[in-house]
């Protein structure tokens, strides 16, 4: 069975206690001391602002890390306009302090530690137009796409997923022959895909957008 290591961060001792109580009492999750350890941080707190942010650690992780631990944010009051730090920093979750009992923080815990993510609506809201927001205004202008992959790349893979072969795909976008099996040479080997099929596949879930 799969331990979920969990590193409680909270002001309130109180909060630290029962958390950790809660969470110790399964024999799937682990209370950790340090959030370098943890695959999941709780932050909980009364009230959520950009300084208790800052408590889950900086932006940029170090290199040794693969990945930056998931986060589930327990609170009765966040500032929206937090949101894009929140979501900078992985919280993948959002619950209300007075409403969460012990079976939902642990639950919400696993979920997190899976990769699940759980914001309220209106939070869930704002998240897609600040997305959309960065896409448009950001993104595109440069020739990106959410994927990370370009413009060019997409439009390869998208008529890859036709069934083109390379002749056709360059005919259809007035590239030479030598430019598409450059750009699918080039993508397959980034994203580790092992042949043309997979890179059809990914493809479906990368440039859907």
């Not at 969470?23 to 300084?51: F, G, M, S």
């Not at 409403?99 to 997190?112: K, R």
Request: glycine residues 6%; contains cysteine.
């Amino acid at each position: 069975m799969k331990t979920t290591k969990v590193a409680v961060v909270t002001s309130d001792p109180l909060l630290r206690g029962g958390a950790t109580v809660l969470l110790d009492a399964r024999t799937n999750v682990h209370v950790v001391p340090d959030v370098d350890q943890a695959d999941v941080i709780l932050l909980i707190e009364a009230k959520v602002t950009r300084d208790a942010l800052t408590e889950l650690g900086p932006l940029k992780r170090d290199s040794n890390r693969t990945g930056r631990p998931a986060c589930v944010v327990v609170t009765d009051h966040f500032n929206d306009d937090d949101l894009l730090a929140a979501v900078l920093r992985n919280v993948v979750a959002i619950m209300p302090l007075r409403e969460t009992g012990g079976p939902q923080l642990v639950n919400a815990v696993l979920a997190a530690s899976n990769g699940m993510a759980s914001f309220p609506p209106a939070l869930q809201r704002k998240l897609l137009t600040l997305v959309q927001n960065v896409d448009r205004e950001v993104l595109r202008p440069n020739g990106l796409t959410m994927s990370g992959l370009t413009e060019r790349e997409c439009d390869i893979l998208r008529l890859l997923t036709e069934g083109l072969n390379t002749e056709q795909i360059a005919g259809k976008l007035s590239y030479s022959e030598r430019t598409v099996k450059n750009v699918l040479h080039r993508v397959m080997r980034r994203e580790g895909l092992r042949n043309r099929a997979h890179a059809a596949a990914f493809a479906v879930r990368a440039c859907s957008c």
